[in-house]
């Protein structure tokens, strides 16, 4: 997603500045080609050294150097992060004030710009810092955070710089605005479900979820509306996605229908539990016989119930004879498209951050991906996704 993009990254004067240089790296790794430009309080906090080495690049922060080569930088632009941004910072901006390389920066460029506000609560809450923030915001600004966390003063609140991977989230949600399932809306589901034994217990499996927030993230790339039904998992919540909590499979079958009304695709990347004890404890069960045996009675089938006239898309995790149970899968649930990922051996895709699975279809296709990490493997399931609705509409 960012490989080849130019990110211009605005470093301003934040104790939260030296976060910026985890967030230029990792924007570095990603493949973006990264230009930064710091006000010169920022260099109070970080020296420009350790950007430079961080972006093999210039870092700019004289205003009065090549004034020109600066606008052609804001020319060039992908996207303009600004990361931290204080008041003052967002302040300037409001007000089209171009005091320093990162206000200048932002006046002259037409690329998207994200503002990332870092500041002590009550400078954040103050009704100065708002109206400016309301008046980046009607002028197509997006503004990520802040967040609840521990301030520079030591106390809690309002004001901390969110997350480099929120803020490396937004920065793909921007740049997929216009992408090619803009104006689709995706229903994802991800995560083992849990089926409550008693108030302390249930049945679940091993899934991690991670297939499932890759797709999620994957389609919010693609410029679509992501709804994201998803059982517990330890996974933060990716920017732009809406998160629809759920534990139990009929709490996603409901989820999963009522969403899927108005949507033109449906990832069912969830491992539902199959079975549920037949009933939930109000009390939490004693320990007392010398064994227990657990009643089960089966769960509703999400995909059976989620209706139809939008692309559906299910996965077969199977150990034992691959294709040819994820074919018949494919069949009788009424699919367009299953993915097949064996769970056995080295390559289980349980918790890990690859996957090497078989894209099936309807038309007796077989498409065997190499092993890649699951966010690739949403990207070719996407595709796929994306030609069947081009076909459809
Ligand atoms: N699925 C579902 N509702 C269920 C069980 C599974 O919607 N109650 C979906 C899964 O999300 C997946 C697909 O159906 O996309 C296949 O799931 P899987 O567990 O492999 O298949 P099952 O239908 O449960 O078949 P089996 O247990 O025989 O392997």
């Known amino acids: 997603m960012l490989e080849g993009k130019v990110v211009v990254l605005g470093v301003t004067g934040s104790i939260a500045a030296f976060r910026a240089a985890e967030l230029a790296s990792k924007l570095v790794q990603a493949g973006a080609s ?59 901006l409001a007000h089209g004030l171009a005091e320093d390389m990162v206000s200048v920066t932002v006046l002259a460029t037409r690329a998207p710009v994200l503002v990332c506000p870092a500041m002590d609560s009550q400078m954040f809450e103050n009704a100065a810092t708002q109206a400016n923030l309301e008046t980046l915001r009607q002028r197509g600004m997006t503004i990520v955070g802040p967040e609840v966390g521990r301030l520079a003063s030591g106390r809690m609140g309002l004001g901390r710089l969110s997350d480099v991977e929120t803020i490396l989230g937004a920065i793909c949600y921007v740049l997929g605005r216009g992408g090619d399932l803009a104006g689709r809306k995706v229903v994802v589901t991800a995560g083992g479900t849990r089926e409550p034994i008693d108030p302390v217990r249930y ?59 108005d949507s033109q695709a449906l990832v069912m990347a969830a491992a539902v539990a199959d079975y549920q004890p037949s009933a939930t404890a109000e009390q939490k069960m004693k320990r007392r016989a010398k064994t227990l045996s657990l009643k089960l009675t089966r769960t509703p089938d999400v995909l059976a119930e ?59 296709g077989e498409e065997r991906l190499p092993v890649m990490t699951k966010y690739e493997v949403a990207q070719r399931i996407l595709d796929r996704v994306v030609q069947l609705l081009a076909k459809g509409s």
């Open 34 to 92: 990264v230009e930064v430009v710091m006000t010169p309080s920022a260099t109070e906090f970080v020296t420009p050294l350790t950007f430079r080495s961080l972006t093999q690049g210039n870092v700019i922060v004289d205003m009065f150097g090549g004034a020109l080569e600066h606008v052609e930088l804001a020319r060039r632009a992908d996207v303009v992060v600004v990361a931290p941004a204080t008041a003052t910072t967002i302040a300037r």
């Open 203 to 261: 049945v679940s499996n091993y899934s991690s979820g991670k297939m499932g927030y890759a797709v999620a993230e994957a389609a919010r790339d693609r410029g679509a509306e992501v709804v994201l039904v998803s059982a517990p998992t330890a996974l933060p919540t990716p920017y732009g996605v809406r998160l629809e909590p759920v534990q139990r499979a009929a709490e996603m079958r409901d989820a999963v229908v009522r969403e899927c009304r």
């Open 306 to 364: 989620a209706g139809k006239g939008f692309v559906r898309v299910g996965f077969a995790a199977e150990s034992e004879n691959l294709v040819a149970n994820a074919r018949r899968k494919l069949k009788s649930k009424g699919l367009d498209l299953i993915v097949a990922n064996d769970i056995t051996g080295p390559e289980s895709p349980f918790d890990s951050d690859t996957n090497r699975v078989v894209i099936l279809d309807r038309a007796g």
